[in-house]
């Protein structure tokens, strides 16, 4: 079967660094804006986004810590919700650690969950469970579900190991897609829409204990290194609004309070905590194999 080339989508860094530099040259115009306006808070599908339960109690929970409405906002893709929040078009958002990467310069770490006590996770390779494959080489000839192409976990994961190798994505698989979706990865795999996929593995272990049917017509063939958790940013043009030091304390504080204690419980999460970037210097290095190696 010939290969599918890979296609990004058509946003380009430099479409939304031109969005930053019209907001950034009237940084006090954003800050009035922000504080007259509801907190926008984005979610992309790292987040488990389709539990309206959950989505009740988080909004709840920020909007009585922050102070004043919040607005929950989502998108299909990890890059649109970046290009807001890099634009200031959201007051913050939990992303993927990769896009953090590709914009620490315009943007400021709040939180990062813990999960099991850590603030990090891993990808996971995954193929039907009754697959004999002990190996990520036995996956060669596939087809291959990401999740999206701008996820650590659903694809960047995936693009260096094979970099690493001297191998591309068009040409170790048979023919790969993106779901939009970490959990329509498992849901592809398992249905047999895709012989392997690529997906983050807190996911991976979370739906275990939702749906625990589904995920067990999939297994992990292999597990990377750990990995700096998706995090909570906020554009550095809105560092002056007040309700970005509130939402950071409101993370913080989350396992001390009973609404916030549901909202984690919902997550299968410890809590949040205060990280620095270093964390994401395994993900940048990434980055980097992959622009070195192709």
Same mark, same amino acid.
């Given at each position: 079967?010939?290969?599918?080339?890979?296609?990004?989508?058509?946003?380009?860094?430099?479409?939304?660094?031109?969005?930053?530099?019209?907001?950034?040259?009237?940084?006090?115009?954003?800050?009035?804006?922000?504080?007259? +306006?509801?907190?926008?808070?984005?979610?992309?599908?790292?987040?488990?986004?389709?539990?309206?339960?959950?989505?009740?109690?988080?909004?709840?929970?920020?909007?009585?810590?922050?102070?004043?409405?919040?607005?929950?906002?989502?998108?299909?893709?990890? /890059? +649109?919700?970046?290009?807001?929040?890099?634009?200031? /078009?959201?007051?913050?958002?939990? @992303?993927?650690?990769?896009? =953090?990467?590709?914009?620490?310069?315009?943007?400021?770490?709040?939180?990062?969950?813990?999960?099991?006590?850590?603030?990090?996770? /891993?990808?996971?390779? @995954?193929?039907?469970?009754?697959?004999?494959?002990?190996?990520?080489?036995?996956?060669? $000839?596939?087809?291959?579900?990401?999740?999206?192409?701008?996820?650590?976990?659903?694809?960047?994961?995936?693009?260096?190991? !094979?970099?690493?190798?001297?191998? /591309?994505?068009?040409?170790?698989?048979?023919?790969?897609?993106?779901?939009?979706?970490?959990?329509?990865?498992?849901?592809?795999?398992?249905?047999?829409?895709?012989?392997?996929?690529?997906?983050? $593995? =807190?996911?991976?272990?979370?739906?275990? +204990?939702?749906?625990?049917?589904?995920?067990?017509?999939?297994?992990?063939?292999?597990?990377?290194?750990?990995?700096?958790?998706?995090?909570?940013?906020?554009?550095?043009?809105?560092?002056?609004?007040?309700?970005?030091?509130?939402?950071?304390?409101?993370? !913080?504080?989350?396992?001390?309070?009973?609404?916030?204690?549901?909202?984690?419980?919902?997550?299968?999460?410890?809590?949040?905590?205060?990280? +620095?970037?270093?964390?994401?210097?395994?993900?940048?290095?990434?980055?980097?194999?992959?622009?070195?190696?192709?």
């Amino acid at each position: 079967m010939k290969p599918v080339p890979f296609a990004f989508p058509a946003v380009s860094r430099r479409a939304v660094l031109g969005l930053l530099a019209g907001a950034a040259s009237c940084p006090s115009a954003l800050v009035a804006r922000a504080e007259d +306006e509801a907190f926008k808070f984005g979610l992309t599908p790292v987040f488990l986004s389709n539990d309206l339960e959950l989505l009740g109690h988080l909004r709840s929970y920020l909007a009585a810590t922050i102070g004043g409405p919040v607005e929950l906002v989502s998108r299909r893709t990890y /890059q +649109e919700i970046t290009a807001m929040l890099v634009s200031g /078009q959201l007051h913050s958002a939990w @992303i993927c650690g990769y896009p =953090y990467v590709q914009y620490r310069a315009e943007l400021d770490l709040v939180a990062a969950p813990s999960w099991h006590g850590r603030p990090v996770y /891993q990808s996971y390779l @995954i193929a039907a469970a009754d697959r004999q494959a002990d190996d990520w080489r036995a996956l060669k $000839g596939d087809i291959h579900a990401f999740s999206d192409p701008d996820s650590n976990s659903g694809f960047l994961v995936t693009r260096a190991l !094979l970099a690493e190798h001297r191998l /591309q994505p068009a040409s170790f698989f048979s023919r790969s897609f993106y779901t939009y979706g970490h959990r329509n990865v498992i849901r592809a795999v398992a249905s047999g829409l895709a012989q392997s996929g690529s997906v983050d $593995g =807190y996911v991976w272990e979370v739906m275990r +204990e939702i749906e625990p049917d589904l995920v067990a017509q999939t297994g992990v063939v292999r597990r990377s290194e750990w990995l700096g958790f998706p995090p909570v940013a906020a554009p550095k043009s809105l560092a002056h609004d007040p309700r970005i030091a509130r939402l950071r304390e409101a993370l !913080l504080s989350m396992a001390a309070d009973p609404q916030g204690q549901k909202v984690l419980r919902l997550l299968r999460l410890d809590g949040f905590v205060a990280t +620095e970037p270093a964390l994401f210097e395994t993900i940048a290095a990434k980055v980097e194999a992959v622009r070195r190696l192709g």
